[in-house]
DNA sequence: CTTATCATTGAATATGAATGTCAATTTCAG
DNA sequence: CTGAAATTGACATTCATATTCAATGATAAG
C-alpha cells in the first residue's frame, strides 16, 4: 500500500494547522492521524471505510470523529466529496489533484478519473455567460467498462 | 403553473404503457396520474415533494406508490434522477430534453440549466479513448449565482 | 506550572431518506 | 367471470448522516 507524495505529507498537515488555528479550532492527535491515514489511503473512501481502517491502528478513535473530521478536511481543501450513485458520500485527496470527471461502471463498480481540462474550459465559460461563479463541480459518467461490455 | 408541451403528453403516456406491458407490468390510475403531475411539474421535484402535490388532487395515493412510480418513469427513460447536494434523490423530466448540466447556488440553493452539447462530445471522446461507453451522465457545478456573488 | 475556559471526543441517540414487508385490493388474460 | 399475479398503501426496517452530552483534552492567561 504505498501512498502517493509521502515525502511531502508535511505541507497537508501545515495546511490542517492552519485552518485550525484560523478558525479557532484546536489541533489533535485524532485529527492528525486521520489526516494521515486518509492521505495515505489511494482510494475513494466513505467515512465507514476510513474509519474500519483507522480502527485497525488506533481502535479508540470513534467513527464521529472520523466523520467529523472528514468534513473539516473538505472544508480546507485537502478533501474533495464525490459521490459514485452508491448511496454514500466518497471522499477523495483533493490538493495536488487536478480537477477530473469519473468513469463509473453501473454493473461492477469499478471507477476510473480522467481528465477534464477542456470541459473545465467550457464550464468557465458557459457560466460567466450567465453571470454564474463556479467554484467547483462534479462530473460523473456512468457506462459501461470495457471488462462489462 | 403552466406545463410545458402539455399537449404532446399522450406520447409520454404511451411510452409508459408500451414499458409497462413489455415487462409484464400493469397499467393503473395511479401511475397514470402520477405521471400526469409529474409532466406538469416544472422544477425538479424529489419523492416527497411530488407525493405532496399529487396529495392534493388525491389524497389516498401513497408514498410508496409514488417512489416506486418514479423509478419506473427513471427506467423507461421518462425521468432522469439528479443530484443537488442537498441529500434527497431529485427527479426532472427526461423525454424531449437534451443533456444538459446543472449551476447550483450553494448560498440560495436556485439551479439553473444549461446545454452541454460540447461537453458532451468530449466525454464520449475521452470515454472511448479508454474503451469505457457511456451510458449516461451528470454534471453539477456549485457556485455562486448572480445575486448571491 | 496551574488554572480556567472552551473545543473535542466517542458512545449513544436522533433524524430522515430509501427501501422492504404484507394483507387487502386491483388488473388482466383466458 | 375467474383465478393468478401484480399493485397498493400503511407500516416497519435499514442505513447513512447528524446531533447530543458527559468526560476528556488542548490552549492561553496568570
Redesign the pocket.
Same mark, same amino acid.
Given at each position: 500500500m504505498k501512498a502517493e507524495g509521502k515525502g511531502d505529507m508535511k505541507r497537508e498537515h501545515e495546511i490542517l494547522i492552519g485552518f #485550525?488555528?484560523q *478558525?479557532? #479550532? *484546536?489541533?489533535? %492527535?485524532? $485529527?492528525e492521524k486521520i489526516l494521515d491515514i486518509f492521505l495515505s489511503n489511494v482510494k475513494h473512501v /466513505? @467515512? %465507514?471505510e476510513l474509519h474500519a481502517t483507522i480502527r485497525k491502528s %488506533?481502535p $479508540? !478513535? =470513534?467513527? /464521529?470523529?472520523?466523520?467529523?473530521?472528514l *468534513? !473539516?478536511l473538505t472544508e480546507c481543501g485537502l478533501a474533495r466529496e464525490v459521490n459514485f450513485g452508491d =448511496?454514500? @458520500?466518497r471522499f477523495e485527496r483533493a490538493l495536488d489533484k487536478g480537477q477530473h470527471g469519473h468513469l463509473i461502471c453501473t454493473n461492477c463498480g469499478k471507477t476510473e478519473e480522467f481528465a477534464i481540462a477542456t470541459i473545465e474550459k467550457s464550464i468557465k465559460q458557459i457560466s460567466t455567460n450567465v453571470g454564474f461563479r463556479p467554484l467547483g463541480h462534479r462530473l460523473e459518467v456512468y457506462g459501461l467498462c470495457k471488462r462489462c461490455q
Open positions: #485550525l488555528k *478558525k479557532g #479550532l *484546536k489541533q489533535t %492527535d485524532q $485529527r /466513505s @467515512a %465507514d %488506533d $479508540r !478513535i =470513534g467513527f /464521529s470523529t472520523v466523520y467529523r473530521t *468534513k !473539516i =448511496g454514500r @458520500a
